[in-house]
T-cell receptor, first 111, second 115 residues
Framework: DQQVKQNSPSLSVQEGRISILNCDYT??????FLWYKKYPAEGPTFLIS?????DKNEDGRFTVFLNKSAKHLSLHIVPSQPGDSAVYFC??????????FGKGTKLSVIP | EAGVAQSPRYKIIEKRQSVAFWCNPI?????LYWYQQILGQGPKLLIQ????????DSQLPKDRFSAERLKGVDSTLKIQPAKLEDSAVYLC?????????????FGEGSRLTVL
């Protein structure tokens, strides 16, 4: 039973345009959500997070939106750059640091 | 600041053989995690340590997997005997254990191929 779902395995976007990566979850106990970015042959690195008490968090070109009623969050990257090409994992936490990850979405930013 | 160190980076073994992976977390990080990432999947938590005590090992296949964290610092993950389905990247991560953010810092991973 997948509690964190990323239904798009891949996404291609033109450089300079907006990238929108989506994530759905089923566990209403999740109280913190994170996005991780992973390059090939490297471990995931933390990108941005949001607490369940907020609906938006912004960090430079990256914005995460949380819709608790829909159990949905999204990551917006504006403008997209070729260096953003990576696999993006959505992760959720219930309790103390026990992250549950989605399967990931591979983003390709085309120059 | 040095990151999470893991070794070996790559390991190829035959089924029924044994293998061990080593992890050195970021200095001062109380919490250490081992994740298994199978190709095309997200990382799945195998075991979580707080200092040298186990917090969660509910998804660790204990008939073949074992892990320890000596003196609350380094950790080893062992698989014996290995099965074909154990082929995966084994990721070690650490966190301060006191922060609210839940941010984990991952190592580069150890890729295991079981033939």
């Amino acid at each position: 039973d997948q509690q964190v779902k990323q239904n798009s395995p891949s996404l291609s976007v033109q450089e300079g345009r907006i990238s929108i990566l989506n994530c759905d979850y089923t566990n209403s106990m999740f109280d913190y959500f994170l996005w991780y970015k992973k390059y090939p042959a490297e471990g995931p690195t933390f990108l941005i997070s949001i607490s369940s008490i907020k609906d938006k968090n912004e960090d430079g070109r990256f914005t995460v939106f949380l819709n608790k009623s829909a159990k949905h969050l999204s990551l917006h990257i504006v403008p997209s750059q070729p260096g953003d090409s990576a696999v993006y994992f959505c992760a959720a936490r219930a309790g103390s640091y026990q992250l549950t990850f989605g399967k990931g979405t591979k983003l390709s930013v085309i120059p | 600041e040095a990151g999470v160190a893991q070794s070996p980076r790559y390991k190829i073994i035959e089924k029924r053989q044994s293998v061990a992976f080593w992890c050195n977390p970021i200095s001062g990080h109380a919490t250490l995690y081992w994740y298994q990432q199978i190709l095309g999947q997200g990382p799945k938590l195998l075991i979580q340590f707080q200092n040298n005590g186990v917090v969660d090992d509910s998804q660790l296949p204990k008939d073949r997997f074992s892990a320890e964290r000596l003196k609350g610092v380094d950790s080893t993950l062992k698989i014996q005997p290995a099965k074909l389905e154990d082929s995966a990247v084994y990721l070690c991560a650490s966190s301060l254990g006191t922060s609210d953010t839940g941010e984990l810092f991952f190592g580069e991973g150890s890729r295991l191929t079981v033939l």
